[in-house]
């Protein structure tokens, strides 16, 4: 692994004497590499329909059962992730990056 790997302009993956680590722009550190870094996030849950105009559903049953979640930087707030899941379901692993 190269000394750090971006991840997008707010997150990367940098290794360090620890092992590899999701680390913020700012430089927080936020978690080990192997693990969900979105479970170190501050989080921000809200109805689908807030993401923006032309996101509300008009399969109002289902909206109502999905959730958008954005991630959050707990030191500097930066938003780091979004994603769309079902009310009450575990934080999407979707950066696992091979080590
Ligand atoms: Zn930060």
């Not at 430089?27 to 979105?38: E, I, Q, R, V, Y």
């Not at 930087?73 to 692993?93: F, I, K, M, Q, S």
Request: proline share 4%; net charge negative; hydrophobic share 40%.
């Amino acid at each position: 692994m190269r000394e750090q790997v971006i991840i997008n302009e707010n997150l990367s993956l940098r290794r360090t004497d620890a092992g590899a680590r999701f680390v913020c722009a700012c430089g927080h550190d936020l978690a080990d590499g192997s693990t969900n870094f979105k479970e170190a996030c501050a989080v921000r849950e809200s109805p689908t329909a807030d993401i923006g105009e032309g996101y509300a559903s008009f399969a109002v049953e289902m909206a109502a059962q999905m959730c958008f979640r954005e991630f959050f930087c707990p030191d500097c707030g930066a938003r780091l992730t979004t994603e769309v899941a079902r009310v009450g379901d575990p934080y999407l692993w979707d950066t696992a990056p091979r080590l």
